[in-house]
């Protein structure tokens, strides 16, 4: 091979090594999610005079997330909601389960004015809801989709951790069905839930706030 042959091919590689450390740097940021909380779902989801407490613990949110440059991504995650139907009796639970597939946009570049460990990430997307009766109410069993939307804050505690408080509601995409008596309706739930948790993030591959 001539001279100029090796360099060209020096040169090639340089290159290829610094778009690789680059694209490392700022497109491969992979974070595994883990929050726990509680949640609020909407009367309105409710048969009337069979509507679960206000407030509901526990919420468990599991997810995975992927951003493809510093500002924009995307993060597939699993959320558990246990709901109480208080006013009947507190040993009537209802489980809420989701899995969502969501676009992530980190606005903190675009504020300008955040101290550098922390992040602002808004987050919304499609999903898909199983509504569970316990104690035997098994006949009201529904499943519909839904759309969740929602914004967290994380703080950099180190290079790959993080913790984070995420305000998230998920609009049921579904309507009450009439239940004739209303004690059928008993358990089912058709409607929104709002979502308050903590949690940590860790990153998987690089510096999660260091960009």
Request: charged content about 15%; overall charge neutral.
């Amino acid at each position: 091979m001539n001279k100029e042959g090796q360099q060209f091919y020096i040169l090639l590689l340089a290159l290829c090594l610094s778009w690789h450390t680059l694209a490392q740097k700022d497109t491969s940021k992979w974070k595994a999610l883990f929050a726990a909380g509680v949640n609020s779902p909407s009367a309105s989801g409710f048969v009337e005079g069979f509507e679960a407490k206000g407030l509901n613990f526990p919420t468990i949110n599991l997810g995975v997330q992927h951003m493809f440059t510093p500002q924009y991504g995307v993060k597939l995650d699993y959320g558990f909601n246990r709901l109480k139907i208080d006013e009947v009796s507190p040993e009537i639970k209802v489980n809420y389960s989701r899995v969502n597939a969501q676009f992530v946009y980190d606005i903190t570049r675009t504020l300008g004015f955040l101290p550098h460990r922390l992040r602002i990430n808004l987050h919304a997307g499609p999903g898909f809801s199983f509504v569970r009766p316990l104690n035997g109410l098994d006949e009201n069993n529904q499943n519909y989709f839904n759309f969740l939307g929602g914004m967290e804050f994380h703080y950099g505690i180190s290079e790959r951790l993080s913790v984070f408080t995420d305000l998230s509601y998920i609009l049921g995409l579904t309507n009450l069905e009439d239940y004739n008596p209303a004690t059928n309706g008993l358990g089912a739930f058709n409607g929104n839930l709002l979502n308050i948790t903590i949690g940590l993030a860790v990153s998987l591959s690089d510096c999660q706030y260091c960009n």
